[in-house]
């Protein structure tokens, strides 16, 4: 995950001494087409979405960049912002209304004589299996670093990996499946 | 995909990693990002030349128009107003975990930062971090109550919406704490 750190470590610091525009945007630039593609990958490709999701994490970022330790890559920790954000859309969206054709709703349920990609199957996921196969298999982040944006240890995460995978393959292959296992979120 | 095995064949891994396609953000996002960002004092545009080289008699005519509209403004009866003429709101912070002294300072500099954003951005007018403790005076004095309030800040604002966006960008929401937004009424 080399984003050039030395560099992230600059223009942070310039943009949290001086809120500088210009020093923030070349952040945004760099970063954005990542935390883009995560978030869509989140929550099931609807741009729409992913577009709210990564605002919402910018707009966290900006304002606890002056806090950060650097205990982990500008990377890493970003993409642990648009997790927790995209927790709180799933959250937020919950409460407002019930998921219409969203990746929990009649999905899994649904007669699986219905082929389904692997994309469309992802979103089918549980919130919590979703996040760590998205992580480790399509992002290419560790089990440390898992656990580090999660909050979780990366035994756990290893764990909830191996159980993602077999429900992302009884999605993809089993007709009769109604229900893949919980998942912590 | 139709082993239960927990590692990922060759096809499985080649397969999920083809899913790794970032898109490219729209203008819209940026420009979307960049006002919100503003609207909560979280950036600040770089000084241009052009702005540095405003010829002073010009930057004279400007504070003598400011200074003209703060008296003026003043002088009614309405919702009090700064020079930018933007009524004023009180954020009152509440609650919040106790930090320990390192996080504390941490914090500090944390509201700080924040607080020189809005301050960049033209919003802010003040604000003070309280003692614990209140000391209450007055009819139903021995009641209890009165001392969640950690600190404040004086701000101004366009309006109630602006107000709210301003205070949603302060760091003592992420901490656990609450805040209260009351506008300044007129006197």
Request: proline share 5%; aromatic share 6%; net charge positive.
């Amino acid at each position: 995950m080399d984003t050039g750190e030395a560099s992230d470590r600059r223009l942070v610091e310039e943009y949290t001494r001086r809120l500088d525009e210009a020093a923030f945007l070349v952040l945004y630039r760099r970063h954005t087409p990542a935390l883009l593609g995560l978030a869509a990958r989140l929550s099931g490709g609807v741009r729409r979405d992913a577009e709210e999701i990564v605002q919402e994490a910018w707009l966290r970022a900006a304002g606890s960049l002056v806090a950060f330790r650097w205990d982990s890559s500008l990377r890493t920790w970003l993409s642990g912002i648009v997790v927790n954000s995209w927790r709180e859309f799933l959250r937020a969206r919950r409460r407002d209304v019930a998921w219409e054709d969203g990746p929990e709703a009649g999905a899994l349920g649904a007669p699986a004589a219905q082929r389904i990609d692997l994309e469309r199957a992802v979103a089918r996921l549980p919130e919590g299996f979703r996040a760590v196969l998205v992580l480790h298999d399509v992002e290419g982040f560790t089990h440390n670093e898992i656990g580090r944006i999660l909050g979780m240890e990366p035994g756990t995460s290893k764990s909830q990996l191996a159980r993602a995978r077999q429900a992302l393959r009884r999605l993809l292959g089993s007709p009769g499946t109604t229900r893949a296992e919980g998942g912590q979120g | 995909m139709n082993t239960e095995d927990e590692e990922l064949t060759s096809g499985e891994r080649d397969s999920l990693a083809a899913l790794r396609q970032d898109p490219a953000p729209s203008d819209s996002l940026e420009r979307s990002v960049l006002r919100a960002l503003a609207a909560r004092g979280l950036v600040r545009a770089r000084r241009t030349a052009t702005r540095r080289w405003l010829p002073p008699l010009l930057l004279l005519a400007c504070g003598a128009a400011l200074f003209a509209a703060g008296v003026l403004a003043g002088a009614r009866t309405e919702t009090p107003r700064t020079p930018s003429g933007l009524p004023r709101y009180v954020l009152f912070l509440e609650g919040s975990e106790e930090p320990s002294l390192e996080e504390e300072a941490r914090r500090v500099q944390e509201y700080k930062s924040w607080a020189r954003g809005v301050a960049a951005a033209g919003h802010l007018v003040s604000g003070e971090k309280l003692s614990p403790g209140a000391t209450r005076i007055g009819e139903g004095a021995e009641l209890s109550g009165g001392d969640s309030v950690r600190g404040f800040f004086v701000i101004a604002a366009a309006d109630d919406a602006q107000a709210l966006e301003i205070a949603r960008g302060c760091p003592h929401l992420r901490h656990g704490g609450r805040i209260v937004v009351r506008k300044i009424a007129p006197v």
